[in-house]
């Protein structure tokens, strides 16, 4: 249920709106046609900034909260609910931490309203049998209460952007029990996230290298399997429902290398209480990048890492958006030597595409397959980024 | 019909002059209608753009009291709002101190971030827009492209602004590329973030108003959006969007209606020259066309031919007349905004924009009163009688019966009574006002013949002893006196008009001159820099108190002005209220119509007001009456104490005293009036309050002395009537013009009878001051009709027109003698010199050559 592609996608972006003159940068338009890496790429913008450079030691509740020395960092839930009478929904909210300018540039300024730093939001519903996807997007800056992430060291996590929320329960442990609330003209759900399997710190005990240059890399985290239930409504109708999701934590300043230019990201959760976490980094020639990376996690949450020589990974078919802006592919196969499994990822409506501030597909996915060559099923979340057509890298 | 109209094209290539003249007369009129439209139109959408621009997407606003609301009712409202389509704004005007005055900018603070939908070319979805560095970047902004080429910026330099009296440091970070429509409405605008708005307007924790996008989202929900307009405090109220007041047509409603009614008096004039050249070319081919009419050609072609001509000359003039005036607006576009700058709206100066509706309404306008004024010669052309031409070739000259002058007074009283009753109940309705001015006109112009009449009876008499040509002089212009009628009266007419003009623009300087006598007993005053939108930007604090204690001073008055929501049982709108706390002198000397001074400015928190003239007339409110001013903290009712002559805002406003004002609204002090002790020199006390006013605060407050501040105020009046002066020079040009073709055409009319004088025995130059006597006699006329009319219209447009538009009534009526003696001295040297072409070319005739022509 991994989908840090987006992440460093808009990431990136964001980076770019901070840093940018008036030279151009676009690409911000629906119809975006920079390349993910372009936006990614480490710039020289990063002065001023935290870099990852190595194991971080992480603490807790601390570092449930804002790391505002870096430049990016995200709070990413997805999770697939189900209600009684077994009607199925995929749910994404995901909040973004975005500092707009270092904080020691420039003098205090005095006026309400100003701000270093923007929270950024997305909101999805995935409406399996209805067949329906509802997606919105929410921008706040950091002032006035608009928008704020506040947390760690002063309180549990509470992060607001306009009228979204992600609130930390107090007698939680800073993150979990979470409550979580969004929603647009057309949908709304209001969720509550209970602690489950415990932490698996990605990489090299938190720190995350995504290419080979030192400092590009973030601190990455993830609770991946958390029980949640709470209320959906579409309209008029509401729905009760209850599930498994996923929550990513990661921060950083800067990430991807010059040749890459999109991600695939799998977070599967399968039934025989393992979930596999996968990131596929493409390259200019659409190869596998050898940074890729994974883990499988075992029911007693031990972590087996998956590294790029041991991985075959396989798309079959296509799905193009309606008006021809992407093309994305339709279905995955995962194959790994060791730990042995066989995957075949399916997702459970063809457009779950988010026409936001960047656009990428970020979707519910069933699964099915062979864990140790016994069969295994599944549901997960899949992120595909770096296929908008015309895309030039 | 194809020889018809070569014929009467041949008649008018053969007296070049008067159709020349007709068509200048047309085209002047034209030219006068499309400039004066054409830049007040320019002027009208450049500020209407703007607001549009700004307002970008939003169906409603909510909107506070005079410092707008408080910056978390944002957060709260977007929240509530379900978390978009809601945006701040923050409104400006921002000066350059290093270039010229009139460069005027807009500053338009807003969220990029809450942008999104409301006003997309700001946000992060525009491309080229920088919105991290403009978020962060302290004075950081963005503007079209096209602003920063004509203030000579480029992406990364430094501009010094004044805002407010604020010096601030703006930096161009880069340009905007929003859709052509927006682009033009932010042709003077730097957008910024609305942090940098909250720096520069100094109100760090205030924003102007949220805009919101409603409609498109089902948001109709009343409950919620009233529980989110609760949410922003007191004032706060939910507007829907729509440039609703204002609108810079509305705003200056009575200064346009005025400026098209003068440029349509001068195209009134321009049909008098119509219809005397389409006359007289019917008149001088009524031989051919009797001729034709016995070979069988049918009476309406002849008439269709004269009325092919005219429509022909309204085209050719119109066309001109729309060309000059498009070159004319050019001109005019500058003083125009100055002038709506001056009174009622703080914007840059646009470019030309054409409309060309307008345009075509103009030229239009044109060819219909060509026509319309050609009517009756075509059907004059359409009843040649054969039998009559072909017997008596004199019948052009034949002298027609005098107009009764009881049947002209008849003629005259229906129009009289009508524009008297128009006028009695004109209320304020300024369309009607000129209605009835132009049904007494009308009256006027019924009654010049009985009135010509006698006046050359009187003539005759005077003249009884000075000789035979002497009295033929007379005689022969009473015989003709049938046709003399239109051409006098228009005369008369156009005169008269400029001499009302005189008038009005002569009594209305004197009342504001004496005004502003009343209104500013201090010796020094002291204000922000800028228009009528920063006349409510408060002085820092430190400066109020710095200049009070400056030595010398013996009286002080401070105001307070702020724009409210006003009421009273049937008006609501935005007025002006000024909280003053002011000096005896100040109490003593104040201009008041009716009632007494009260409480006001004394301190005492006491619920009257002083009402201005305007707003007293427009709402209809007398001494104790009460009005509501809906308030911040709460509303509150106040009795009307005393009306106020007040020249200086035509919306109104009303004063109050500052204590009580302090209990309503936190409003800062915008302007104060010093009093220098007996025997201090005023100049020298301004410089020492300039002086301490720039040791106190760095803010830029403009330190002026009384003498210096009436003296500005007098240029701004001059500079608004400059205008008028324009458009009076134009209209003497145009009777000029008319007087001029119409007499000197009389003139060859008469030919044959000139002829027979020769032959009589009349040397040449006796001819020649026959001729010239008769049009200078015409002349002496006219002026003598046009004076007394002159000073009617003076005393109309001075109590009706004037108080109508603006709501002001005049101290005084002048009458300015020099225009009056301009007036005349025109009226009988346009005639002179109408007559010096025909006396030349009949001095030169040969007799018998005369007597064929006629």
Not at chain 1, 330 to 336: G, I, K, P, Q, T
Not at chain 2, 454 to 461: E, K, S, T, V
Not at chain 2, 505 to 517: D, E, M, Q
Not at chain 2, 527 to 543: M, T
């Amino acid at each position: 249920m991994t989908t840090n592609a987006t992440r460093w996608l808009l990431a990136g972006l964001l980076a770019m709106l901070a840093a940018c003159g008036g030279d151009g940068v676009t690409g911000v338009a629906d119809d975006s046609r920079v390349g993910v890496a372009e936006i990614l790429g480490d710039d020289g913008s990063s002065a001023g900034y935290e870099r990852a450079l190595a194991p971080p030691e992480l603490e807790f509740p601390r570092d449930h909260g804002p790391h505002r020395g870096f430049r990016t960092e995200w709070w990413y839930v997805t999770a697939n609910l189900d209600t009684a009478a077994g009607r199925r929904f995929g749910i994404l909210l995901v909040f973004f931490r975005q500092a707009l300018a270092p904080r020691s540039a420039g003098e205090a300024r005095v006026a309400t309203l100003a701000a270093r730093e923007m929270v950024l939001a997305h909101a999805a519903v995935t409406d399996i049998d209805g067949q329906r996807f509802h997606h919105a997007e929410r921008l706040a800056r950091s002032a006035a209460g608009l928008g704020s992430v506040t947390g760690g060291v002063d309180g549990p996590l509470q992060i607001v952007c306009a009228d979204w929320s992600a609130r930390a329960e107090v007698g939680g442990d800073g993150l979990l029990p979470l409550r979580l609330a969004a929603g647009d003209d057309d949908f709304a759900f209001e969720l509550h996230v209970a602690s489950g399997k415990p932490m698996v710190f990605q990489g090299d005990r938190g720190l995350s290298q995504k290419s080979a240059e030192p400092g590009n890399a973030s601190i990455y985290y993830s609770l991946t399997r958390l029980p949640i239930r709470g209320t959906i409504a579409l309209g008029d109708e509401r729905h009760e429902v209850q599930g498994s999701g996923w929550l990513d934590r990661e921060w950083s300043t800067s990430a991807l290398g010059s040749d890459q230019v999109g991600w695939d990201w799998f977070s599967l959760q399968l039934d025989d209480d393992t979930e596999v976490m996968w990131y596929r980094l493409r390259r200019v020639d659409g190869s596998s990048d050898p940074w890729s990376r994974g883990c499988l996690v075992h029911s007693d949450g031990r972590v087996d890492r998956l590294l790029p020589d041991r991985m075959a990974v396989e798309s079959n078919g296509q799905w193009t958006a309606a008006d021809g802006g992407a093309r994305y592919p339709a279905r995955w196969r995962l194959v790994c030597e060791e730990p042995a499994f066989r995957l075949d990822v399916t997702p459970l409506l063809p457009d779950q595409e988010l026409r936001t501030l960047v656009r990428y597909w970020e979707g519910a996915v069933a699964v099915t397959g062979t864990r140790g060559g016994r069969p295994v099923s599944g549901r997960g979340y899949l992120e595909m980024t770096g296929y908008v057509v015309g895309s030039s890298r | 019909m194809r020889l018809l109209l070569r014929q009467g094209f041949r008649h008018h290539w053969r007296n070049p002059l008067p159709t020349l003249l007709t068509l200048l007369g047309i085209a002047a009129g034209v030219a006068l209608l499309t400039a004066m439209r054409a830049s007040q139109g320019t002027a009208e959408r450049a500020f209407d753009r703007a607001v549009d621009a700004v307002t970008g997407a939003a169906t409603h606003a909510i909107v506070g009291g005079p410092d707008g609301l408080p910056a978390t009712s944002y957060g709260v409202v977007r929240a509530m709002l379900r978390g978009r389509g809601v945006a701040p704004s923050i409104h400006a005007i921002a000066r350059v101190p290093d270039r010229e005055e009139r460069t005027v900018l807009r500053v338009l603070g807003v969220d990029p971030f809450g942008d999104v939908e409301l006003r997309p070319w700001s946000g992060p979805r525009a491309g080229d827009v920088p919105v991290g560095r403009l978020v962060t970047e302290p004075g950081g902004f963005v503007a079209t492209a096209e602003l920063l080429r004509r203030l000579g910026l480029a992406v990364g330099t430094e501009l010094d602004l004044s805002v407010g009296g604020r010096l601030c440091r703006a930096r161009c970070l880069g340009t905007i590329a929003p859709p052509a429509n927006v682009a033009a409405g932010l042709r003077d605008t730097l957008v910024v973030d609305i942090a940098t708005a909250q720096e520069w307007t100094g109100r760090l924790d205030r924003i102007d108003r949220l805009d919101l996008r409603l409609a498109a989202r089902g948001l109709s929900d009343e409950t919620l959006v009233q529980r989110a307009v609760a949410a922003c405090g007191g004032l706060a109220r939910l507007e829907r969007v729509g440039r609703g007041g204002r609108s810079l047509a509305q705003l200056t409603q009575g200064f346009r209606v005025n400026v098209t009614a003068m440029s349509l008096l001068s195209l009134l004039v321009g049909a008098f020259l119509v219809h005397e050249t389409m006359r007289l070319s019917v008149v001088a081919r009524r031989r051919s066309f009797g001729v034709l009419r016995a070979l069988g050609t049918k009476a309406r072609a002849l008439g269709l031919v004269v009325a092919l001509e005219a429509l022909l000359l309204g085209i050719l003039g119109s066309a001109l007349g729309v060309a000059f005036g498009v070159v004319a607006a050019g001109e005019l576009l500058t003083p125009i905004v100055r002038t709506l700058n001056d009174h009622y709206a703080t914007f840059g100066m646009p470019v030309l924009d054409l409309d060309p509706w307008q345009l075509t309404l103009a030229g239009l306008a044109g060819v219909t009163v060509t026509v319309v004024a050609a009517a009756a010669p075509a059907v004059a052309a359409a009843r040649v009688s054969p039998r009559e031409v072909l017997v008596t070739a004199n019948a052009g000259a034949a002298a027609q019966r005098s107009p009764r002058l009881l049947r002209a007074v008849g003629w005259s009283l229906p129009p009289a009574l009508l524009g008297a009753l128009l006028l009695v109940t004109v209320g304020d309705r300024l369309v009607q006002g000129y209605l009835g001015m132009f049904f007494v006109l009308a009256a006027a112009v019924a009654l010049t013949p009985p009135a010509m009449e006698l006046l050359l009876r009187f003539a005759a008499r005077v003249v009884a002893r000075l000789g035979p040509f002497a009295r033929y002089v007379v005689r022969s212009t009473a015989s003709a006196r049938g046709h003399l009628a239109l051409p006098v009266a228009a005369m008369v007419l156009a005169v008269a008009t400029t001499i009302g003009m005189a008038v009005l623009v002569t009594s209305f300087r004197g009342s504001v001159a004496s005004w502003l006598g009343q209104v500013l007993p201090g010796d020094v005053y002291v204000s922000i820099p800028g228009g009528v939108d920063e006349r409510d930007q408060p002085i820092d604090d430190a400066i109020v108190a710095a200049c009070g204690r400056v030595p010398g001073i013996v009286g002080r008055t401070l105001y307070r002005r702020a724009r409210l929501e006003l009421a009273t049982g049937e008006h609501r709108g935005e007025i002006e209220v000024v909280g003053i706390e002011a000096s005896a002198a100040y109490r003593a000397a104040w201009p008041f119509l009716a009632g007494d001074a009260g409480d006001v400015g004394t301190g005492i928190d006491a619920a009257v007001a002083w009402v201005s003239e305007p707003l007293a007339f427009r709402w209809g409110l007398q001494v104790g009456d009460e009005l509501t001013i809906v308030a911040p903290l709460r509303d509150a009712k106040v009795r009307v104490a005393a009306l106020y002559r007040d020249y200086a805002n035509e919306r109104g406003e009303v004063i109050v005293d500052a204590t009580w004002f302090a209990g309503i609204a936190s409003v800062g002090v915008t302007a104060m009036g010093f009093e220098a002790s007996d025997g201090g020199d005023p100049e020298q006390l301004a410089a020492a309050v300039r002086a301490a006013a720039a040791e106190a605060a760095p803010q830029n407050v403009i330190v002026r002395s009384q003498r210096d501040l009436r003296e500005t105020s007098l240029a701004i009046f001059d500079r608004t009537f400059a205008i008028t002066g324009v458009m009076r020079l134009l209209c003497l040009a145009v009777a000029f013009f008319g007087i001029y073709s119409a007499f000197s055409s009389l003139q060859f009319e008469r030919a044959r009878e000139i002829g027979l004088l020769r032959c009589l025995g009349a040397v040449p130059s006796r001819i020649g001051v026959v001729v010239i006597g008769q049009t200078v006699l015409l002349g002496v006329i006219a002026a003598a009709l046009a004076i007394p009319l002159g000073l009617v219209i003076g005393q109309l447009l001075a109590h009706v027109i004037n108080r109508v538009s603006f709501g002001w009534s005049l101290v005084e009526v002048t009458v300015p003698g020099g225009a009056l003696v301009e007036a005349a001295v025109l009226a009988v040297v346009a005639a002179s010199l109408a007559g010096i072409w025909p006396a030349v070319r009949f001095a030169r005739m040969r007799p018998a050559r005369a007597l064929q022509e006629g």
